[in-house]
């Protein structure tokens, strides 16, 4: 076998690169372990404040050495690999900037009634219409203002130099637009140091490409009020003054003491070494300032030769302390006995970044002069107008910042008193950067500067612009999955998986011998590389996730199936074992590779337009397909060769007594019987869409907007009772069914369905509470596991906006289309003739109603499933899937065409079908094996996309046969009828 050598290399490589990142995994959860040890009892209750408060005392303490290379706890944490939100709980939120601010904003909050009234409309309109705000507001002002300029609304003093009243529409408003997509920058930047602070393990905050949204997920929080408090906060900048050491400087040595004292005394199992280390702050602060006043030397030279300028030195002479130690020097410095000792005169904030400084992350305290209980600054943010990135003299990267008459009045004033000395930039009660004033400052433009980059620049105008133009954040989408809920589908995922994968084992070793085996070795090897590269991308695993490992297990056995059955039928030709194995791998190879290809489109497809959960599955479906392929043709290739080394003397087998001609010898006229076909499936996919146009389907809050609550209670609850209950409160627009269990229920309404604010968030919920209160007798509960007789608690709910879930539709249809699209264009590329790419696309939509049809049909017998986004990673894993099944069928034409020439083309079809008929039953068995598994134990989450999975596979089975090459046939009618032409040619030929 050539390159062996290099398959093997590659084996190594990557097992080695899975273990190395997964191994973070086991000491994250050796380490949580200990803390649960140490924040239980005897009584076996867990202390969860104690619990935190052991993980947060190593957060930055080496806990893992590999090879001499230490990790720290925080380190290990962003290396393992992580749960999605559905596994272990917590929370994902959606938030949506609101551009209807900024747009009142940049008009200086103007009355005139024509404006507020095109802002009023295009409101409205935003709620439904799939288009800009901006688009949508200029229609309104055209109506409402005829041929009036927006010049009369937007040239006001706070714009000068930017819009005129000779400035044109279109120019205003991509400066609206501009100043909108700033905002969602400025937004983000805010809301990802926010999250940072929050104390929570691998959050993930992302803008969402060509909208004006933010999506965050914070694993394990469970306490929503405060997360809504924190995101939609609005940013709160101002302007401190900083007090130094040349007037504080006693007071701030005597606190510096005091909090080296007192954290020493808070660490008393501290080593020798650690201690010393501690002591010795005093000494690195003094050697740190020395070094960062020499570095600021030249930006203090430099500030003397532009006026007015306010120049940005890097922190010097503070309280710098190691990032480590922060939560400690905190906790001491909140403590009442603490607070009476401090001067009182002084706030103390953190900056926002820490400085790296011989391998240590040191952090400023900033001492900040502000009498206690005073939260009014000497300077407000709201004064700034504008805010941008520039060039100083020099060409270094700088920020140039103006304010309102009032703002400069009190800036002069304010540099006035403060020459030589620094003001802090905070924003969220967090020092952004603290520069030294250079001299009086007259006007309201100033100019920063300072040794930061480009980057850092845009960042600073964003901060000093969270002052102007208030944005507030409105969530949009939310969800919630609570701790026991997030174990249950943890454990359900688990389950599934087990279960499918012994299942599978048991079917190959029977069908296949010691062959089996050696594509179960495939299978384990291509488990294991999944986990390690999702733990290396840094990805988290989700429910759909596991779904699509799954899914993977039957779908990755196919390309061993493909390869098995090519050396079966070698075998049955006279050939010897090497042969046989040999022209099995190279005769099965095309075939697996179209096939993986078209199934890797789909889910490239769904990851570039899917979100959340379909992301997830996306991601691991991509990572199945590459690996599975890796594993099935070159590893186990590498193992077959090292058991028949012995040739046709050694022991591995293909199949047993019983299946080693099954299937073998077929010769069924399937073509024959493609009307037949036709008139079946247009009658059932007519009766389904039928049902669906009269009885409805019943789509999910995904797609119709909405929110849903899951409820849990101690004891059975009636949903049909609990509906009529409900149905008051909200006025109908309610539903309610069972969800898993007979005591767990999923309430889903439409009720403020375009209602994005807190306010509706709190009353539906509230509505919810009281009224199932009201029918049950039951009394809420925060906590579930607390639940005891009598009570009930929500333990996963789920929002989504309107206007979001047009979004969620559209991204669908697009995912359709571009995968039909792609596979079209494969087919055609690698065929090379137009009939095999449109056929193809005929068996896939057909594929595609007929699981619709499925959907409705089930519905009418009562088996209601939701369509929503994660029906659609179904519906596009089904595309793939029959696709995948259909290329195969393709392939063995193509060579059939190739081997025979001028042979008769439907007896070449034929042929093909029944050659590949054993590998297409055996596939979809296995694939039905897991799929299965999937429905029966996935849980409730994932049901209807096991059913839709169920039904994708039977029809994409049916379809490769009976519809997708039949049509091929159809399409080339010409060509078939050609097919005689030749022979009575020669026969009259002959006769002549």
Not at 228 to 235: D, I, K, M
Not at 453 to 469: H, P, Q, R, V, Y
Not at 594 to 607: E, K, Q, R
């Amino acid at each position: 076998m050539k390159n062996k050598g290099i398959i093997v290399f590659l084996t190594v490589v990557i097992t080695g690169l899975c273990l190395y990142y997964l191994s973070f995994t086991l000491v994250s959860n050796s380490v949580q372990e200990k803390a649960t040890t140490y924040a239980t009892d005897e009584s076996g209750n867990i202390d969860f404040d104690k619990r935190q408060t052991y993980l947060d005392s190593v957060w930055r303490e080496p806990v893992y050495n590999f090879l001499g290379i230490p990790f720290t706890y925080q380190e290990v944490k962003n290396t393992e690999l992580g749960l999605g939100l559905d596994l272990q709980g917590g929370m994902h939120v959606t938030l949506e900037v609101s551009p209807i601010e900024i747009v009142k904003g940049l008009a200086g909050g103007s009355e005139d009634p024509e404006f507020n009234e095109a802002v009023a409309v295009a409101s409205e309109r935003a709620k439904t219409a799939n288009e800009s705000f901006v688009n949508l507001f200029y229609t309104a002002w055209q109506e409402e203002a005829g041929d009036r300029q927006l010049n009369t609304i937007f040239a006001t003093a706070a714009n000068r130099g930017r819009i005129s009243l000779e400035s044109s529409d279109t120019e205003i408003l991509n400066i609206i637009d501009a100043e909108i997509e700033n905002a969602i920058d400025r937004s983000f930047n805010i809301l990802r140091t926010r999250i940072d602070r929050f104390g929570t393990s691998q959050p993930n905050i992302q803008r969402i490409q060509n909208t004006g949204r933010i999506q965050i997920e914070l694993p394990g929080v469970d306490n929503a009020e405060r997360v809504r408090n924190l995101l939609q906060g609005v940013a709160k900048l101002q302007f401190w003054e900083v007090a130094e050491f040349d007037e504080y400087g006693d007071a701030l040595q005597q606190v510096n003491a005091f909090l080296v004292e007192e954290a020493q005394s808070e660490q008393p199992q501290a080593t020798a070494e650690e201690n010393d280390a501690l002591a010795d702050t005093t000494d690195l602060e003094s050697d740190l300032a020395r070094q960062l006043a020499e570095e600021s030397s030249d930006a203090d030279s430099l500030g003397m030769e532009v006026s007015p300028l306010f120049s940005l030195l890097k922190a010097n002479y503070g309280l710098v302390y190691e990032l480590r130690d922060t939560i400690t020097i905190n906790r001491i410095l909140n403590r009442e006995d603490v607070q009476s000792l401090l001067p009182r005169d002084i706030r103390f904030m953190w900056s926002v970044k820490p400085q790296a400084q011989d391998d240590m992350e040191l952090l400023e305290l900033h001492a900040i002069k502000a009498p206690r209980g005073t939260d009014q600054a000497p300077l407000e943010g709201d004064v700034i107008t504008d805010a941008r990135q520039s060039l100083d003299q020099t060409s270094r990267p700088a920020v140039s910042m103006q304010m309102n008459a009032e703002g400069a009045r009190n800036w002069r004033r304010l540099t006035a008193a403060n020459i030589g000395n620094r003001i802090a930039v905070v924003l969220d009660n967090y020092v952004y950067t603290a520069p030294t004033v250079q001299g009086e400052i007259p006007s309201g433009q100033s100019e920063i500067t300072g040794n930061f980059t480009m980057e850092e620049a845009k960042d600073l105008a964003n901060i000093l612009k969270s002052g102007t133009l208030p944005a507030p954040t409105n969530i949009v989408e939310e969800a919630i999955v609570g701790p026991t809920l997030g174990i249950e589908a943890r454990n359900q995922g688990i389950n599934s998986m087990i279960a499918g994968l012994v299942l599978v084992v048991l079917f190959m070793v029977s069908y296949y011998s010691k062959g089996g085996f050696v594509a179960i070795a495939a299978l384990l090897f291509n488990i294991f590389f999944i986990l390690g590269i999702l733990a290396q991308l840094g990805a988290a695993l989700t429910l759909p996730g596991i779904a699509g490992i799954v899914l993977t297990i039957g779908m990755s056995i196919d390309a061993n199936v493909l390869i098995f059955e090519r050396i079966k039928e070698e075998l049955r030709n006279g050939a010897g074992i090497l042969q046989a194995i040999s022209s099995g791998y190279d005769k099965a190879f095309s075939a697996i590779l179209d096939s993986n290809v078209t199934t890797f489109l789909t889910g490239a497809i769904l990851y570039a337009l899917g979100q959340g959960p379909v992301k997830g599955f996306a991601i691991v479906l991509m990572i199945g397909i590459a690996s599975s392929f890796f594993s099935a043709v070159f590893i186990t290739r590498v193992i077959v060769y090292w058991m028949s080394k012995k040739g046709d003397k050694s022991s591995i087998s293909f199949a047993t007594s019983f299946t080693r001609n099954l299937l073998s010898d077929l010769s069924i006229d399937f073509l024959g019987k493609r009307k037949i076909a036709y008139l079946i499936s247009t009658s059932i996919i007519v009766i389904g869409m039928i049902l669906a146009l009269t009885t409805g389907l019943k789509f999910g809050v995904d797609f119709t907007g909405g929110r849903y609550y899951i409820v849990e209670f101690n004891e059975a609850v009636p949903a049909s009772e609990l509906k009529v209950g409900l149905d008051g409160e909200f006025g109908g627009s309610v539903e309610v069914k069972t969800y898993g269990a007979n005591n767990v229920l999923k309430v889903t309404t439409s009720y403020l369905v375009n209602e994005d604010n807190e306010e509706a968030n709190r009353e539906v919920e509230s509505k919810i509470r009281e009224g199932i209160g009201e029918v049950t007798g039951f009394n809420y509960i925060e906590d579930a596991t607390q639940m005891t007789e009598g009570t009930f608690a929500i333990t996963g709910s789920n929002k989504v906006g309107a206007t979001v879930a047009d979004d969620i539709k559209n991204s669908s249809l697009e995912a359709m289309f571009f995968s039909l699209v792609a596979i079209f264009l494969y087919i055609l590329l690698r065929f090379r003739k137009w009939q095999f790419s449109l056929a193809s696309i005929i068996a896939l939509i057909h594929d595609a109603f007929f699981v619709i049809a499925a959907f409705a049909i089930a519905s009418a017998f009562g088996a209601t499933f939701e369509i929503d986004q994660v029906f659609i990673a179904a519906m596009l894993t089904v595309i793939g899937y029959s696709i995948n099944d259909t290329v195969i069928v393709f392939d063995r034409i193509r060579e059939n065409i190739s081997n025979r020439g001028t042979g008769k083309l439907v007896q070449m079809f034929n042929d093909a079908i029944n050659q590949t008929m054993a590998r297409t039953l055996i596939t979809s068995a296995t694939t039905l094996i897991v799929v299965l598994v999937l429905l029966v134990f996935g849980g409730e989450v994932l049901r209807g996309f096991s059913f839709a999975l169920l039904i994708g596979v039977l029809v994409g089975t049916y379809s490769s046969i009976y519809i997708a090459t039949p049509v091929v046939v159809d399409l080339m009618k010409r060509e078939l009828a050609n097919e005689a032409t030749p022979t009575t040619k020669k026969v009259t030929e002959v006769k002549s």
